[in-house]
């Protein structure tokens, strides 16, 4: 019996599936890049006046040159392609342990989803902190109160943030980021629920535009349901708040977050929780758009030149 699970946790679908899904959102994530960084900077720097994503770009490309708006690029790819591979894996090995054959339902989907998302934050949030560090280094903030960092690489980081912040501050926005895995969660169960609707009665490939349509839709809700959770996460991953001591760590984060939150609203009103949610939108949907049109053409490549049936019992 034990023999079995390990059998099905390590197996070559999920491995083909993690590999597909992690080179297509590198693929993807390379492709917009630039409407990420636009987002950051409306996120973290509170001051900036410029509301639009192509007005934020001009403003940085003017002031801290072309290649500004991929600053950051090499270490988010390596977070990207780290954090997609586990969490593709981890959601295609639970949900063939679990189906076995067996229809999936959006309920499994969400749940499965959750318990990849957990994981995923756990094992690759120090390399989120790392990135969104070096991102925003070097850039010409509006928010005066905002202290500059001196990193030469992603190692360099690491070793400064361990030994300046303790390695605690590796996981600084992880109760945050525990709480947004229903971002992905959602996506895939909207998207998987798609999927089973367009191959109703009929098992067949969707076409690239089906793929492109569902997964921009899939993504596109669950950005703007928890998108203001992921203005927290930004905020904290960016070490600039002083986070408050408390004798129980989820308490300490759960007044963190509430803080950021209420401190937001209290300030910009209700829709600052969502400033930035035009570029985020914008470059999230087309990023994960077409991530899963990548991802599914990859997958479906490997299986038919290696001689592999494709499961589909599951979709």
Request: charge should be positive; hydrophobic fraction near 45%; include cysteine.
């Amino acid at each position: 019996m034990g023999s079995e699970k390990v059998t099905e946790v390590f197996t070559y679908e999920s491995l083909v599936h993690a590999v597909a899904g992690a080179m297509g959102s590198v693929t993807a994530m390379t492709v917009f890049f630039p409407l990420d960084t636009a987002r950051l900077r409306l996120q973290v720097d509170e001051k900036r006046k410029a509301r639009s994503t192509p007005a934020v770009l001009a403003e940085i490309v003017k002031e801290e040159g072309l290649l500004a708006p991929y600053r950051g690029w090499f270490p988010v790819i390596c977070s990207l392609c780290c954090s997609n591979f586990v969490y593709f894996y981890c959601f295609h090995s639970l949900k063939a342990g679990w189906l076995r054959g067996q229809r999936s339902t959006p309920g499994r989907d969400l749940i499965i989803g959750i318990v990849a998302g957990v994981v995923n934050v756990l094992v690759t949030t120090p390399l989120w902190v790392v990135n969104t560090r070096l991102k925003l280094q070097g850039a010409k903030f509006r928010n005066t109160d905002i202290r500059p960092t001196h990193y030469t690489g992603i190692t360099d980081a690491f070793v400064q943030i361990v030994k300046e912040e303790g390695v605690g501050a590796l996981w600084n926005g992880t109760f945050p980021s525990l709480l947004l895995v229903l971002n992905p969660a959602v996506q895939f169960m909207i998207y998987e629920g798609l999927k089973r609707q367009l191959r109703r009665g009929v098992h067949r490939e969707l076409s690239s535009v089906e793929v492109f349509f569902i997964g921009a839709l899939a993504k596109a809700i669950a950005t703007t349901v928890t998108y203001p959770l992921q203005t927290v996460q930004s905020i904290l991953r960016f070490g600039q708040h002083r986070q408050q001591p408390d004798r129980s760590q989820l308490l300490s984060s759960l007044r963190n977050v509430m803080y950021l939150l209420i401190n937001r609203v209290r300030k910009y009103g209700v829709l600052g929780l969502f400033k930035g949610l035009e570029a985020k939108l914008l470059q999230t949907v087309l990023t994960a758009a077409l991530m899963f049109l990548l991802y599914e053409r990859i997958a479906s490549s490997t299986f038919r030149v290696m001689g592999v049936k494709r499961a589909m019992s599951s979709h």
